[in-house]
């Protein structure tokens, strides 16, 4: 059992009329929100930086093993999309906006885009991405720790696939 007292539920109602007009951000909501749509907004144009260079990858792909390299790049775009989607919709839940600006993408972006010359080249380039989304989402993991769970657990659930995809790349570049 922990220390936490839990409240009761008259005061959880009163509570919940207050600020109706923040939706799902309630008086309990105890991360700095400015600083977390911050991180929500960096990660999610690292993420379409990610899809992008995976799309580029993903038709450029030329050589013994392009067809096998091509498809994970496919896999793997789509994913880096399906994480920018559930970053934008938690921006949206906590009441920003998220910035799909092309021209805010590289310059917020963790990860850079590096087209690679050839396929060795594609595939570097994705798994430096990838280990940089990897420490840069630990951290902002760690940052969050228990003041935002939601968004801890978000993040938790791409790093997962995250490191995934470093494991995908490093095989892929064991191989070329």
Excluded at 109 to 137: C, F, T
Aim: glycine share 4%.
């Amino acid at each position: 059992m922990s220390n936490v007292e839990l409240t009761d539920v008259k005061t959880l109602r009163q509570r919940a009329r207050q600020n109706v007009e923040d939706g799902a951000v309630t008086k309990g909501y105890s991360a700095d929100r400015e600083e977390i749509l911050r991180l929500l907004n960096e990660s999610l144009a690292t993420e379409w930086v990610c899809v992008l260079r995976y799309k580029r990858h993903y038709f450029m792909a030329e050589g013994i093993k392009a067809n096998v390299a091509a498809e994970e790049f496919l896999e793997h775009a789509n994913q880096e999309m399906a994480h920018a989607d559930k970053l934008a919709e938690r921006i949206v839940q906590l009441g920003g906006e998220p910035d799909f600006n092309p021209d805010n993408l590289s310059k917020n972006s963790h990860a850079q885009y590096v087209a690679g010359k050839n396929l060795k080249e594609m595939v570097l380039e994705d798994l430096v991405a990838e280990r940089i989304a990897i420490d840069s989402y630990r951290e902002i993991i760690q940052y969050i720790g228990e003041s935002d769970p939601t968004t801890r657990r978000i993040f938790e659930d791409i790093l997962a696939q995250e490191e995934e995809h470093a494991d995908d790349m490093a095989d892929l570049l064991k191989g070329l």
